[in-house]
């Protein structure tokens, strides 16, 4: 079976969800979504990293910065800015495209803060095709099952 970093990303962030109601674990949907795929089809590894994803939002990707991506490079930078919020330590950069090809971009989330019982992040992101650089920043706060939702 091949093995998917987006999987993986996802299994990592679900891990920690997990609360115990009569000796039985409880996860999120999504989490309950990535633990069933683990003996499934890619394509049912590719609904989950959706499923993760589309609680994003399309991100800040998926604004004005990402207009001139294609659908599958808005897919890799969102998974970046997850990546960022979810495993990166504060100012560090994730990459993500080839900059060889003139798309590519960055993601780089602040400290994570708490607000009642969430963790939130702010995040900027960088996107440069052709030459041209466009800059969004945004916050976003982590859900119960491991997903995150930008604020608006």
């Known amino acids: 079976m091949k093995i998917h970093l987006a999987f993986l990303a996802c299994m990592l962030a679900v891990t920690g969800c997990a609360t115990k109601t009569g000796g039985q674990s409880t996860l999120g949907a999504a989490a309950d979504a990535v633990v ?6 890619d394509a049912d590894s590719t609904k989950v990293t959706a499923a993760i994803m589309n ?3 399309g991100g800040l990707v998926g604004g004005d910065i990402g207009a001139d991506l294609s659908r599958a ?3 890799v930078a969102l998974e970046a800015e997850y990546r960022a919020l979810e495993y990166t330590p504060s100012g560090q950069k994730v990459n993500w495209g080839d900059r060889r090809s003139g798309r590519y971009g960055e993601v780089v989330a602040a400290s ?3 607000v009642g019982s969430q963790d939130c992040r702010q ?3 960088t996107v440069f095709v052709d030459g041209r ?3 969004a920043r945004g916050t976003a706060c982590r859900n119960a099952d491991g997903s995150w939702t930008p604020l608006t």
């Open 123 to 125: 995040y900027g992101h």
């Open 55 to 57: 609680e994003m939002q």
């Open 73 to 75: 490079e808005r897919s």
């Open 133 to 135: 650089q466009q800059k």
């Open 36 to 41: 069933n795929t683990v003996t499934g089809s």
């Open 112 to 114: 994570p803060y708490r």
